[in-house]
């Protein structure tokens, strides 16, 4: 079967709503993250389906910056949580509820 | 653009003349860092060593303003008076921002061992609201925003050893993780929908083609939730109250007043740029009734969710929300009076904010407390840092002879005469910032009608640095509220912004 | 340079103010007390060389004092908006600029007793006066606005640290009340700012004199003087709401019996002899002669309402057991008056409600003076703890006589000649008969809470659990309060305050000539204007 745009856009669309709701309804600060970076990738994919489809390479430019924040924004996450861990031996976001709602 | 390698690399020599303001800030964070690494006695020299940057970095701002309006580095980053007047904007943010943490005993010696990455992180914030200010190109504006949120997320979470600090930043960092994760999927939806990535090519495309609608207002939308967490409106301002309240207060200061004028100004620029009208005259996307929903219920929550907070910071964050809202009033009303009334406002509402936030560290500083009931009786114990506070006040809500006061008569003048829903838009404007009094004027309540609670009566005021910094934005305040001629011609002169013909 | 002088002559007594340290309390009152004469100088001034035929209103060159310059000019994307330092006088603000002259010098001689924090004190009056001022000089409406605001920060601050035990709860209500209405009035002026043009200049104007010609709008823009033009009505009503709160109008006033009650004495007493009668002021001077089709449309309306606060008013004040909280709601009920007079449409009521205002201007002050000087003393207002204090405070109860009698309309006291002008007015007009006739029923209930009040405190038997004592003899009886070291009777500084205005008082109740010559040439203008739009909406 030959594999059209839409199969990919569908793929990326599901990656992403698994991704979203991921971070609303997981409570270790890790998975989150790691459903954040789930987010980015089926934004990756995204872009590059539409570059290929459309014969344009500016589609995987955009991955390859794309890739560079969301390491870079999962180092500084996990830095965080260090930081939170070493006050509290927790990474569950429940018990972490300091401030009011 | 071009697809050789001679002619890129040609481009981008070219465009590097345009572009001195960003490599003088990107020196400056360098210098920064080496300062950091080799110096001992830090505290003082680092601060100084960035203001001057930032003065250096100015004059080459002010150099740009005679510069011809293009486009430079393959069509990414833009130069024109709109870019030019919130630059100015930053970099005073930024210096006033630098002074408040010196001044700040959160972030003091006794806390806080190294403050030098603090001081370099700021810089690349800076830096990052610079690009954002200027980007013409999605992939660059999710660049710069990245940059921004990045650098407050670390700032943020600074005091390592305050639980509120580290929860704030998680939290923050969560919420901006998946807004920009939004943005970034809407920008990809818009990519595939017109094939191009520059703002111009995309408005030239939507106005040439015929674009799936559904899908246009979809992604725009998801592009939405990025910039409306930037700016911190409703329903993207969850991380707000968090933030402002568990950040080191200069910190808080900067963030409300930086990265919500440097998401404004991208939002402004995309929304007027990509999103043009279709030939029929109607938008591609009906993005000014979608704004004003928005704002509605910004100003909204905002006002009403503030009455309840007894946090100072936590206050100031749902009225920051609320100002968003003010400021939404402005963008959603496309024409040239709008957007200048939205600078003007957002240059009013730096000298404001920041004002009011450090008169709070102050305050703090002295008291070692951000709850409004602590603030009993200091207006007999610290007289001038007290009456700082209310002029500040009395500004954010919009009442005369203030800044604040031209800035919401501007934005309201906008609104007027353009139709029923603009001014029904406009009267609960007003009425919200009447009931913005009563949560704002707790602080002046406690300050000036309640005595403190041990009767003390000795008074404490702060250094004299302190008080000439709060006295010089308390003037700034209420000159600029009486002779608002100068800032408002500059806004003006600065609406232009770069159109493709 | 009379009218920049008379305003700002208390910004500068408080800008010495800030100068002085605050130890050197006497200081501070004299500078005060000098800026306040001042003002009452230049007020006499004023009205030696006022021309009463310029009937001023809708046209610059019959206004008196012009002072102009050109303040701002600045360029909102497409257009100009530029506002001018304009003020001057005609005969809708001679007398009030007379009046604040007069209560605030009696305001300033209140608050001589005052001993926390004086320095502040003075500064925040000073402010206030000014801006009280500048209120009724202001011709320019952005000027107006600044103006208007600016008197609201001083109050809030003035009620809430030098008042009673509510003060904070009054002082707020007080602030955002008023907040309300002159945010409303914001997006009133901005509109009417771009729907009118200066005749001389051509261009769009703040003046409200240009607003006051219907002639002077752009004819297609937001508010012009077309068929059926709703954004007028709505603007009315802004402008309406914004005025009718300070005047207090029921169902307004909530804010006036919890603020009056909680200020201290000169407070109140500038409260309530001033800034009430701005309201008043701001109905005539640009409410109505800006939209006048849209007030004949609910002429009527207004009256009743008018009719209602003094009616409801009285029966509220006939309620009351506190002295000053009766007072207060008394006020309520004689701005009610003002509301009728203006509502007639003829010069005759409209020189009643002026007259209203001037009158209870200056009775006003003295109700509430005379309730300081027993709260002083007894450190109650309760009524029904005094009783026979006619015997020991002769004085005092002359005063309070003479004050009553005004209030309640006695011929030979100002207020008969202001109320009977208003009923004379409203008679005369159909539609306003019968709500003048009930309106009369105000008489006869300020009459029934003010007797009963004096015969309460002053006649009589002193009651038990009064709050003074009685010792000595009969015949050689001598009282005294608990905690009051003073004069039992009023001393020289009071009777130096009060005096002043009973014998205006009564100067205005026999002799209303000259009172009235200067108002009248202005009020038939505003009456030809409003007759004018009555004719138009007939044809």
Known sequence: ?101 | MPNNLPEIIEQVKLSLGAFVPEISLSALFLLVITLDMVLNEKRVVIPMVSLVGFVITGFFTWQQLDMPNQEYFLRMHVVDPFAVFFKFLFLGAGALAVLITMDSEELGEKNVANIGEYYAVLIAMVLGMFLMASASDMLMMFLALELVSISSYILTGYLKHQIKSSEASLKYIIYGAVSSGLMVYGMSLIYGLTGQTNIYEIAKFISANEVDEVTLTLAALLVMGGFGYKIGAVPFHFWSPDVYEGAPTPVTAFLSVGSKAAGFAMLIRFFKVAIPAEPTGELAFDWVNFFALIALVSMLLGNFAAIWQSNVKRMLAYSSIAHAGYLLLGVLVADDLGTQAVMFYLAAYTVMTVGAFYVVILIANKIGSDDVNDYRGLGKRMPLTAAALTVFLVSLTGLPPTVGFIGKYMIFTALLGKGTVFLTLAIIGVLTSAVSLYYYFKIPLNMYLRESEDGAETPMESSAFANALAAFLMILTIGFGLFFTPLANFAKNSVIMLVMN | MTLTLITFLPLIAALITLLIPKEQKQTIRLVSLLAAVGQVILAVVIWQNYNPSLAGVDDVSKFQFVERAAWFSVELGGYTVSADYLMGIDGLSVTMVILTAIVALVGVGASWTIEKSVKSYFVLYNLMSMSMMGCFLALDFFLFYIFWEVTLIPMYFLIGIWGGKNREYAAIKFFIYTLVGSVLMLLAIIALYASVIDPETGRNTFSMVAMANQQNFISGSALAPSEGNLLRALAFFALFLAFVIKVPMVPFHTWLPDAHVEAPTPISVVLAGVLLKLGGYGLLRINFPIFPEVFQQFAWWIALFGVISIVYGAFCAIAQTDFKKMVAYSSVSHMGFVLLGIAAVNSLGMSGAMLQMFSHGLLSPMMFLLVGVIYERAHTREMDKFGGLAKHMPVYAGFIMLAFMGNLGMPALSGFVAEAFVFLGAFAVEQTRLLSVIGTLGILLSAAYLLRAYKAMFTGERKPNAAYEVEGHHGEEHAHFHDWKGKVDLDGREIALLAPLAAIVIIIGVYPAPVLDLIMPSLNRVAEILSAAANVAMK
């Not at chain 1, 569908?10 to 990656?15: G, K, N, R, V």
């Not at chain 1, 409570?27 to 014969?55: D, P, Y």
């Open chain 1, 1 to 101: 079967m030959h594999i059209e745009l839409n199969h990919y856009l569908w793929l990326s669309a599901f990656m992403f709503t698994v991704g979203v709701i991921g971070v609303l309804v997981r409570r270790n600060a890790i998975v989150i993250f790691m459903c954040v970076e789930l987010m980015l990738n089926a934004v990756n994919l995204s872009f590059v389906a539409f570059s290929h489809f459309l014969s344009d390479i500016q589609g995987q430019m955009m991955v390859f910056f794309v890739m560079t924040v969301a390491a870079a924004e999962a180092a500084v996450g996990l830095a965080i949580v260090i930081s939170l861990f070493r006050n509290r031996q927790t990474v569950n976001i429940d018990e972490i509820n300091l401030l009011k709602g």
